[in-house]
């Protein structure tokens, strides 16, 4: 892991290493799929039915399925490598904390409550092209997924703006350099 490459004007963090690679690419890659798949998720909503929409619609549960992957990753790799130091101290780390786990389990609900929902309302689930996952058991629950997947959905935003935000008053306001610990920089 290279150190925190900082420029003058910047305020540095006492021992806060730059993430690693392959958390940055993670990150990244996490955020990129999932802000795709919410967008073809608002447009499946008033596309007429048809096969161009069957196709949108593979495509989002294919989404679906990276970021169920890409977040089993992360997850481990949280599990089985100490956890990168915390930028902040204190109540200020610990909401820090909250918010990354918050999203951690929206990440993992909500593409969990778009299966559950094809499965409890006996609709056909195929991925990346026309691979099709058929219920393990029998799932109870009907219309309610939808619903789940829905608030779910609109939770994600609302984390990520309040998450966006927080990145953005460390970069701009307090210019401490965590949001650049997340980005790839020159080495010193
Ligand atoms: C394998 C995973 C997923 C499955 C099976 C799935 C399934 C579905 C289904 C069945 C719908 C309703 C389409 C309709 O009939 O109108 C839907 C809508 C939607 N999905 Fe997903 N989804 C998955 C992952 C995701 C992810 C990761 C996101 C966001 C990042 C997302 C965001 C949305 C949104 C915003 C809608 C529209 C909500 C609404 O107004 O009903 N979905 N999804
Ligand atoms: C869908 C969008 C996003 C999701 C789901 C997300 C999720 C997360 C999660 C779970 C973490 C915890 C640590 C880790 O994974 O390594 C994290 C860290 C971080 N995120 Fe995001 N993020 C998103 C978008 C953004 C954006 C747009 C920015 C900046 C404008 C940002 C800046 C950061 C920074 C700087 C950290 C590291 C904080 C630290 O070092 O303590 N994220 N993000």
Partial sequence: MTTLTLSSHDVAVPGTPRHSAAAMLLHWGSAAVLVSAFGLGL???????????????????S???VV???????????????????????????????MHWALYAVMVGLPLAGVFDRWA??????VFGDIVVPAPF????G??????HEILAWSLVAL???????ALWHHFVLRDGVLRRMLPGRPV
């Fill in 138 to 141: 029998p799932i109870p629950g």
């Fill in 68 to 98: 169920l992957a890409l977040v089993t990753i992360r997850l481990l790799r949280r599990l089985v490598m100490p956890a990168h130091a915390p930028a902040e101290a204190g109540v200020t780390a610990r909401i820090a904390g909250l």
């Fill in 143 to 148: 219309k309610l997924w939808k619903e789940a």
């Fill in 121 to 126: 309302r006996g609709r056909r689930l195929a």
């Fill in 160 to 166: 990520v703006v309040v998450h966006t935000a927080a």
């Fill in 63 to 65: 989404l679906g399925t």
């Fill in 43 to 61: 447009l499946l909503d008033d596309w007429p039915k048809g096969t161009e929409r069957d196709t949108a619609m593979m495509v989002h549960y």
